[in-house]
């Protein structure tokens, strides 16, 4: 278990300021750098990244594939979930994208397979006058459909079933993991939000998920607050979905935030004023055996840190602090 960053600005001083706060594990965001103007990949790029991480003492356990949380109509791929007439010619991109992705030696590349991007509702003010990302369905007010019109759950694992199938094998050739990240956040379960399902969007369907490609290159990007944001009650139903993903080697990263509230009215707030309690989680990793990295993630924000590194040095080193204190206690 080790501390890790996201970052897409590998500047320098971004590196710097990482490299000082302890982090040597990053899952790289941006793929720009690697990218060809037809979407593909340049697995030489991806070294160049790789070395000048070293550089900092870093290594790049993580990249981003290029499938990201954002809404439908600004999706670099939109025809994988939507599944336009674009989506094969899409997935062969992907397939190389894998493919190079090996060839440089990355471990495991980070995805999301969603619609809606991550909705929420504002912004509340929490301690010491930080602001908080917030999501309760009763303000939610956009109720109209989509521009894909309505997901049903049915067309919506069948999207991700038509991805798994064609991309899961591509990445066992090519020695790479996948890791999906959950949809964020949990929509109702009988109408979805603006006609979409999002399948991923509980504890069953992460399950579900996972029986679909019985790979071990296949599993999760275990946003556990987003996993927290599933459940009635966050601080038992968590840790049994630690447990159920981590005895089935899924979980091969962790963004390590926490809630208050739970399925549809919920607070993203920091580590340790959540409800979920964070010792018997890291305390579980640690018994599970599990081997990867704890990430900061949707950190609050506050007009006093205008960039968001004090709030991100705040998470990484009380992860940090977390993970030696469980590692140091007997087994």
């Excluded at 309760?136 to 997901?151: K, M």
């Excluded at 899924?250 to 399925?263: L, P, S």
Aim: proline residues 5%; charged residues 20%.
């Amino acid at each position: 278990m080790y501390l890790g960053e996201q970052l897409s600005d590998l500047s320098d001083r971004k590196l710097a300021w990482a490299a000082q706060l302890g982090v040597e594990h990053l899952a790289v965001q941006s793929d720009a750098a690697v990218s060809n103007p037809d979407g593909t990949w340049r697995a030489q790029s991806i070294k160049d990244i790789q070395r000048r991480l070293a550089d900092f003492g870093m290594t790049m356990d993580v990249f981003t594939l290029g499938l990201e949380s954002v809404y439908m109509t600004r999706a670099r791929f939109p025809g994988i979930m939507q599944a336009l007439p674009s989506r094969d010619a899409e997935l062969a991109v992907i397939a190389q994208r894998v493919r190079e992705a090996g060839e440089a030696g990355v471990p495991c590349l980070k995805y999301n397979l969603n619609f809606l991007g991550v909705p929420r509702t504002g912004r509340v003010r929490g301690r010491g006058g930080a602001m908080y990302s917030h999501f309760n369905v009763e303000e939610w007010t956009d109720h109209s459909l989509t521009e894909a019109g309505p997901i049903s759950e049915e067309r919506a694992w069948e999207a991700i079933t038509y991805f798994l199938e064609r991309i899961v094998p591509v990445a066992e050739s090519a020695g790479v993991r996948l890791a999906c990240h959950p949809h964020d956040p949990a929509v109702p379960h009988d109408t979805g939000l603006r006609g979409v399902h999002c399948v991923l969007g509980s504890v069953d369907g992460l399950k579900k998920f996972i029986a679909i490609a019985p790979s071990k290159v296949h599993g999760l990007n275990f946003c556990q607050g987003t996993v927290a944001e599933m459940c009635v009650n966050p601080a038992t139903e968590v840790l049994e979905a630690i447990r159920y993903f981590g005895e089935r080697d899924k979980i091969f990263m962790v963004h390590f935030r926490n809630i208050t509230g739970g399925f549809l009215n919920f607070i993203e707030v920091y580590p340790d004023n959540g409800d979920v309690d964070f010792v018997q989680a890291m305390r579980l990793y640690k018994e599970l055996g599990y081997q990867g990295m704890f990430l900061p993630d949707h950190v609050p924000q506050s007009e006093a840190d205008p960039d968001g590194e004090r709030q991100h040095s705040f998470c990484l080193g009380y992860t940090k602090a977390l993970i030696q204190a469980v590692q140091a206690l007997p087994s």
